[in-house]
């Protein structure tokens, strides 16, 4: 699906991904590309493939509860900072990946993501 919320209000969004989630228990696999997602609607999902430009990956694997994989995994590298009380995930996790904060650390996300266990 791609961008299945785009143009809707949060409330026309959340009862379209409800229903893709319904969906998704019934044993289907489906694959959803959000742009700027709520926490609601991405906490909803099960596992995350994030990719830099170039289409390499950075993360790819489970969010957890409360997104509590994907933000240890991303607090774990170094200068990357902590997720301030009460952000959405989605966003900081956009925010401390992007282009300019992997420049400005130093740091190639999808080299980390190459080398780290969860891609092993």
């Given at each position: 699906?791609?961008?299945?919320?785009?143009?809707?209000?949060?409330?026309?969004?959340?009862?379209?991904?409800?229903?893709?989630?319904?969906?998704?228990?019934?044993?289907?696999?489906?694959?959803?590309?959000?742009?700027?997602?709520?926490?609601?609607?991405?906490?909803?999902?099960?596992?995350l493939i994030l990719?830099?430009?170039?289409?390499?990956?950075?993360?790819?694997?489970?969010?957890?509860?409360?997104?509590?994989?994907?933000?240890?995994?991303?607090?774990?590298?170094?200068?990357?900072?902590?997720?301030?009380?009460?952000?959405?995930?989605?966003?900081?996790?956009?925010?401390?990946?992007?282009?300019?904060?992997?420049?400005?650390?130093?740091?190639?996300?999808?080299?980390?993501?190459?080398?780290?266990?969860?891609?092993?």
């Amino acid at each position: 699906m791609d961008e299945p919320t785009t143009g809707l209000d949060a409330r026309a969004a959340a009862i379209v991904m409800r229903a893709v989630k319904n969906v998704a228990e019934t044993g289907r696999t489906i694959v959803c590309t959000i742009h700027q997602p709520s926490i609601d609607i991405f906490e909803a999902f099960d596992e995350l493939i994030l990719l830099k430009t170039g289409g390499h990956i950075i993360y790819s694997g489970s969010l957890g509860q409360h997104s509590n994989k994907v933000i240890e995994y991303f607090e774990s590298i170094t200068g990357v900072p902590k997720i301030k009380n009460n952000y959405n995930p989605a966003t900081w996790m956009l925010e401390v990946t992007s282009a300019s904060s992997e420049a400005k650390l130093g740091q190639d996300f999808a080299q980390i993501y190459l080398d780290s266990s969860l891609y092993k």
